[in-house]
């Protein structure tokens, strides 16, 4: 079963998930046959790289917000993500372009590094001091960590061209699923999750979507040879 993650680095409801979805898949049963697809999606496309902002002040002008209400927002989002085990600094932290970001995830995937430097990017945008917005520099350092190699890091980030179709194309695809927001979840193309839900419910999802997999059908057909546990079978000799 493959079980696809649309998020964006910059959402604090995709780093709650991603812990949620991943505490209900540790206690699945059949978690070893589970394939985890993450995919690409940025809050504010087309933001320029180097517009970054506090995100006290973003969330004031963008959503109409009080400071005494953003800064509440922050402290609840805190405590949730307390709740999960993970860090979260409710204070001083910047917003800006992801897209740079997620040009790199699509490096880590071709090197099966993508869950790696997907968590250390979380944590260092939630829970660091230092930015990690217009900041090449912090980039390939959370690249190098993850496992990929230093200069291809910093040759994709020098090429605003490198895998930039890969994350335009994973934005259709949210689009023609109808996601409109992050977390977004996507279990074998059947069913959609949406948000950062409690453990419970990707638990039932897992379990609902395993379940109703359609068995295999298979053609009818003469026997033909094939291998098997107790070897291959030998055809007779002709002559």
């Given amino acids: 079963m493959r079980v696809e993650i649309w998020s964006d680095i910059a ?15 540790a206690a699945f049963p059949h978690r070893d046959q589970v394939e985890v697809v993450h995919r690409s999606f940025e809050l504010d496309p087309g933001r320029a790289k180097d517009d970054v902002q506090p995100v006290l002040a973003m969330l004031t002008k ?5 400071e005494d209400q953003a800064r509440a927002g922050e402290d609840n989002l805190g405590a ?12 001083d932290r910047d917003h800006g372009s992801t897209f740079d970001l997620h040009r790199l995830l699509h490096l880590a995937k071709e090197h099966g590094r993508h869950d790696e430097l997907l968590q250390l990017m979380y944590r260092a945008n939630f829970a660091e001091e230092r930015s990690v917005y217009n900041d090449d520099e912090r980039l390939v350092e959370l690249a190098v960590a993850a496992g990929l190699d230093e200069e291809r890091a910093r040759a994709v ?27 977004f979840f996507v279990l074998d193309r059947t069913y959609g999750v949406s948000g950062a839900q409690p453990a419970e419910v990707f638990a039932q999802a897992l379990t609902q979507a395993w379940g109703e997999r359609p068995a295999l059908k298979l053609l009818d057909q003469e026997d033909a040879e094939a291998c098997g546990p107790d070897g291959c079978a030998v055809p007779p000799r002709q002559g």
């Fill in 11 to 25: 959402c604090p409801w995709c780093y709650v998930g991603k812990a949620r979805f991943e505490k209900a898949l």
């Fill in 62 to 66: 963008k959503y109409g917000m009080s």
């Fill in 80 to 91: 949730q993500a307390a709740a999960e085990g993970l860090d979260y600094r409710t204070r």
């Fill in 157 to 183: 980030l020098a090429d605003p061209a490198a895998y930039a179709d890969a994350v335009r194309e994973d934005e259709r695809e949210a689009a023609q699923l109808g996601a409109n927001g992050v977390p």
